[in-house]
């Protein structure tokens, strides 16, 4: 049977590698239809959980970045990457501890914004552009972070924000397997360089909102 989640009070199956379509004017109708059958305060909570629910997606979906990064980003959101954590709950051979600070368990959220090895590529990043970076502080999901940023952002920088927010996580996931796979080891300064010499090939292949950004990223 395939795992089940719940999005506000509705439940459904869903593959770990399954993502999901957009459906950019899936509201009205559907919508409709579930108020229909569930009416009243619990009709409600269920169109607002939906709505949400598409909003998130519609955020990874319609940020600029290569497939593979937004398929990684919907992953680490829902917690399935194969993390030490995730592993040991599989009952699959893991080293619980993180691989970029080794001192504490590794999750998809410690991993992305919590490691201390993952805050200096932050800071190192978003420091040179004016950005703040979140605090992680009761952060429940990647999902929930990202917006915690986007909303301390004024509106001209969120657009090519949300790609390099992508751009770093992803930057960061895989130095996190280089150094699970090959035992490769790169400091936080390489993996800004990195972060800056990828920004340059996502500009060229048309993310145009990251380019504006200035990427005065300094290594
Ligand atoms: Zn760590």
Redesign the pocket.
């Known amino acids: 049977m395939l795992p089940t989640e719940e999005v506000g009070s509705e439940k459904r199956s869903m593959a770990d590698s399954q993502v999901p379509a957009v459906a950019p004017n899936l509201d009205c109708g559907i919508l409709r239809r579930i108020d229909t059958v569930v009416p009243g305060q619990i009709g409600v909570a269920v169109v607002i959980g939906w709505m949400l629910h598409v909003l998130d997606q519609h955020t990874v979906c319609y940020t600029k970045a290569p497939l593979r990064v937004k398929i990684f980003i919907w992953l680490a959101w829902r917690k399935r990457l194969w993390t030490g954590d995730r592993r040991q709950r599989h009952g699959l051979v893991a080293r619980e501890s993180?691989?970029?600070?080794?001192?504490?368990v590794?999750t998809c959220n410690?991993?992305l914004f919590?490691?201390?090895?993952?805050l200096q590529v932050w800071n190192r990043v978003f420091t040179p552009l004016g950005l703040s970076r979140p605090s992680a502080d009761g952060c429940v999901s990647v999902l929930e972070w990202w917006q915690r940023a986007r909303s301390a952002w004024p509106s001209s920088v969120r657009k090519g924000g949300n790609s390099l927010l992508l751009l770093v996580m992803w930057m960061l996931w895989k130095e996190r397997n280089a150094r699970c796979f090959r035992g490769d080891f790169a400091t936080a300064d390489a993996v800004v360089s990195r972060v800056v010499s990828a920004a340059s090939e996502w500009v060229s292949a048309g993310a145009s909102a990251l380019g504006a950004l200035g990427c005065t990223i300094r290594e």
């Open positions: 993180c691989f970029l600070c080794d001192a504490a590794e410690h991993i919590e490691c201390s090895f993952a």
